[in-house]
């Protein structure tokens, strides 16, 4: 996973505090640290399960185990700007709160802290965005990466950042159902790409594979409703040849990483496995990836998406 010719594996905590008991994400981050991995994606947000209680539980789950276990390695990017966990459209985002939030994450995270990014920017107001810009140059500053997500005008990010020369990375929902890659045109060219959604929000191959606490109801979603497209990725499946005796992708999840993978903009994977299975086979699938070419694969399943 160090390989910097290759994308990095990032693991998201979205669900924690949520669907994924504290104990259980312990047991996560164990495995994930044990693997090489030290990118872990947080939101000031998450979980985002609408239970006030619950608001910013995710991180302290985080701290607590850095903490235990005396980690002062990762690479951990937050994601700032919520005041909530209601899902609501309430953020600020203005100069003074996104530095009080740099103080607090410094304070929280010590050296684990590596990238301060901006959460659901909807404004239209460039003097409003470019306070915004203002308070991430100052965290870049301090030596952090600095990044966007779920930006509603990135035009307007782009124009104004050519009188701050920031270099963001930029998390995207990027699956076979759903990309955002387009809307962020003026960044196109460079490996900043952070794709997460890779299993589009926890849609399953098969409805038998559901459970009782599947992730994609928790979200609100329907796992009774099969998009169209599974049907078509269920029968490409099995008409796959295995001429080139590499391990053949059999879920949802190794699909959207494949098709993350081989992108050539995207730099970083980000996965949310609930259960230490889930966490396992999704090291195995980045492991088979940096082992094997899937890049066939990854053009016919391009076509398919299209």
Not at 69 to 77: C, F, N
Request: proline share 5%; with cysteine; net charge negative.
């Amino acid at each position: 996973m160090s390989d910097t010719n290759k994308p990095s594996l990032a693991l998201g905590t979205a669900m924690w505090g949520w669907t994924v008991a504290p104990e259980a994400a312990f047991a996560l981050l164990d495995a994930f640290y044990a693997a090489g991995g030290r990118e872990v994606d947080g939101a000031t947000n998450y979980p985002i399960n609408k239970i006030p209680e619950d608001f910013r539980r995710a991180e302290r789950i985080l701290a607590e185990w850095a903490g235990a276990h005396g980690v002062t390695d990762l690479k951990v990017m937050m994601k700032v700007g919520s005041i909530d966990n209601l899902r609501s459209p309430e953020h600020n985002l203005s100069k003074s709160f996104l530095l009080i939030c740099l103080d607090e994450y410094q304070a929280l995270l010590g050296a684990n802290l590596d990238t301060l990014m901006v959460h659901w920017d909807n404004r239209d107001s460039e003097a409003d965005i470019a306070e915004t810009l203002e308070a991430l140059a100052i965290a870049r500053q301090a030596g952090l990466r600095v990044g966007l997500s779920g930006i509603r005008h990135p035009e307007r990010y782009a124009r104004l950042n050519l009188d701050f020369g920031l270099d963001f990375r930029i998390q995207i929902k990027h699956n076979l159902l759903q990309s955002d890659y387009a809307r962020y045109r003026d960044f196109h060219g460079s490996r900043r790409f952070i794709a997460y959604g890779l299993n589009a929000g926890g849609v399953k191959l098969r409805a038998e594979e559901y459970g009782p606490g599947a992730s994609l109801a928790a979200r609100g979603g329907n796992p009774g409703e099969t998009p169209p497209l599974v049907h078509d990725l269920r029968q490409w499946l099995a008409a796959l040849p295995n001429a080139n005796r590499r391990p053949l992708p059999t879920a949802m999840n190794h699909l959207g990483m494949i098709y993350a993978w081989y992108h050539p903009d995207i730099s970083t994977l980000l996965a949310g496995p609930s259960s230490a299975g889930q966490m396992q086979d999704t090291l195995n699938w980045a492991q088979h990836l940096g082992q094997y070419d899937y890049s066939d694969l990854y053009l016919q399943l391009r076509d398919l998406a299209q």
